[in-house]
């Protein structure tokens, strides 16, 4: 008897040591530093200062202010502006009064006005210079242009376009140095174990090409969505840059943390880098059950995130979340938007810019926030890449904008 009240004692004492170290299982979580429980509240909080930054923005122009964002672990908003003048005219107004102790200013020497016409001179010269592998955006915390290269500082490249936006003083940020291990996925052997069940496909899930028996190009899949013209079409939505202007644009299926499968998905028959980087695979309709859900598999309670709404998001500072083959699920805060990337073969513009970390095979997975509970969340784009310490984002809408397609959602 007494040895078996010890086992369940040792066995409660090894449950409560695997919650405790597990508190942290939800990417946003680990992003707010509070454990699992917390983040009720914690979200209570965010969905009170994005209230309050709306209310904000209904009085500050771009003239006389800099700009606002949220602080969700400060519970505090954050306004830029120029004179002290500015904000006892913000803090008297009767819609505002309630929460001034909300709130946080700054006194900055950049208004809006003047930092949005610098970034335009810098997008400006980006093109004249042939500015290449950067991510351009205005960083309102930082009151200034953010110029990310992907190079180191003593690489050459670009150092045209860089000694032309001096005049600017924009901040520059170089990429760091890669960690040693770099993941070498094209190599890996498939498998060609394919069972005759009905596969369910999440969002967020890998899919890839092939060049033989290797894998060419691992994508995540970002989100579902019918064809307007022909419903009963279903189409996984993608970045367009995993499609390949050389080979075969068949798609497969590459669960997380496994191997990849024989599973067929179907073809990219849609794409688009230059400007905006999405791209459309019409599945197939036998073998795979296609769901409107985001796989958070790492997380201890929601392991399936139900899409159910498709609010876009404005506020500055606000988290936001990717799900991907290879760094699953993240989150990070939102820095910018209306931000460009620049590579060899695109310009690409209107982009989210956050810190969501995100690696090789992650592009094209759902960006997604959460706002009432931990189980539902709105979709917001697709995570078009990223480098370290920067990851950007497709929004939804310019998606919904540019093609023919309406996104399938969870009911509620
Ligand atoms: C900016 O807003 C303030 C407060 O509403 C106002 O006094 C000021 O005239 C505005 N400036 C411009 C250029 O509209
Ligand atoms: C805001 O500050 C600027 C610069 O000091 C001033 O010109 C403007 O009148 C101020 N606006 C308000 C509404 O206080
Ligand atoms: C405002 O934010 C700054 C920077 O985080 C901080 O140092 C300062 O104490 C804050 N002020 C108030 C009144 O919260
Ligand atoms: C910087 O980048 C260049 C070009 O990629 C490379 O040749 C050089 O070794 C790098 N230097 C350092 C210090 O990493
Ligand atoms: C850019 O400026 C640096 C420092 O002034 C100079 O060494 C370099 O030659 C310039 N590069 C170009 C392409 O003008
Ligand atoms: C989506 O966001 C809006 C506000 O941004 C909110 O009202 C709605 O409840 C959210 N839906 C979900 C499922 O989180």
Redesign the pocket.
Known sequence: MKDIIFLINLILIIFKFHSTVHAQSEALARLWDVNDDDLPAMLAIERNLKKVDGILNQFINNSDFGGTWIDVKANKVFINTLSTANVSYITSLPEVQPYVDLLNFTIVDNPTDKLSDSFEQIVKLAKEKNAVDVYLYVDISLNNIVIYLEQNQSD?KN??F??ATDQYNPILIYQPPDPPNTKQQSAMKLNNDRRQVEKDILCGEGIYRKKGNVIDYLCSIGFLANDANKPDTTLAVTTGHCHTDRGSNIFYYFPWGDRPEGTLLGLMVTHRVKDYDYGLIELKRRGIRPLPMIRNTDANQYKQLQIRDTQTISNHGAHLCKSGHTTHATCGYIKAFDGIFIDSESFNNELIITDIEGDVGDSGGPAYYYYENLLTVNLSGIFTGGNRGIGSVLPLQIILDETEIVPILVNG
């Open positions: 050459s150092s045209e860089i000694n």
